[in-house]
T-cell receptor, first 114, second 115 residues
Framework: DSGVTQTPKHLITATGQRVTLRCSPR?????VYWYQQSLDQGLQFLIQ???????AKGNILERFSAQQFPDLHSELNLSSLELGDSALYFC?????????????FGPGTRLLVL | LAKTTQPISMDSYEGQEVNITCSHN???????ITWYQQFPSQGPRFIIQ?????VTNEVASLFIPADRKSSTLSLPRVSLSDTAVYYC????????????????WGLGTSLAVNP
């Protein structure tokens, strides 16, 4: 158990819909990352937040957005869903230490768009 | 942006030492090299991280040559439970890296350990 929690574990929805994925980082971790992993692809970095501020952006679509709240939990919003958005979505958190950064991953949310 | 290249798959037997090499020709001065292990339907798990030369912990060793254009993850005496996908990640973990930092994951190496 990494200490990172994600809800829901599974989500089934239809094309065109909007969903929200939630992540609670490890106690004390200020950074949260979001990743997408499809069957035929590796881990795709989407976005990172640090203490409520966006820190780095990866291959995140404009239909997707995220935020980190004052209590440090984060939400990833996926809208106008397409079939190709079906994937595992992972959240990770990391402590802030000078020079080193280890990411602790949650169990993931499996999204199926029908 | 440092792109990584790893073998797609490897096979080994229980008790053997496994070495997985990752190429990262465009590694930047501030980049660290981190390896993660991922089991099916689970999030990746940190294995080891290094900047140069050799790093060893209780589960693996990481060898990084002087030019840092590649790195090798060494798993001593693998067991069936080491069957997983191993990712090489190169990036700048610096706290002050700013919004230009990217996290680029390779496609991973699928390691199969046979009895």
């Amino acid at each position: 158990d990494s200490g990172v929690t994600q809800t829901p574990k599974h989500l089934i929805t239809a094309t065109g819909q909007r969903v929200t994925l939630r992540c609670s980082p490890r106690s004390g971790d200020l950074s949260v990352y979001w990743y997408q992993q499809s069957l035929d692809q590796g881990l795709q970095f989407l976005i990172q937040y640090y203490n409520g501020e966006e820190r780095a952006k990866g291959n995140i679509l404009e239909r997707f957005s995220a935020q980190q709240f004052p209590d440090l939990h984060s939400e990833l919003n996926l809208s106008s869903l397409e079939l190709g958005d079906s994937a595992l979505y992972f959240c990770a958190s990391s402590p802030v230490r000078a020079g080193l950064e280890t990411q602790y991953f949650g169990p993931g949310t499996r999204l199926l768009v029908l | 942006l440092a792109k990584t290249t790893q073998p797609i798959s490897m096979d080994s037997y229980e008790g053997q030492e496994v070495n997985i090499t990752c190429s990262h020709n465009n590694i930047a001065t501030n980049d660290y090299i981190t390896w993660y292990q991922q089991f099916p339907s689970q999030g990746p798990r940190f294995i080891i991280q290094g900047y140069k030369t050799k790093v060893t912990n209780e589960v693996a060793s990481l060898f990084i040559p002087a030019d840092r254009k590649s790195s090798t993850l060494s798993l001593p005496r693998v067991s069936l439970s080491d069957t997983a996908v191993y990712y090489c990640l190169v990036g700048d973990p610096g706290f002050n890296a700013g919004n230009n930092r990217k996290l680029i994951w390779g496609l991973g190496t699928s390691l199969a350990v046979n009895p």
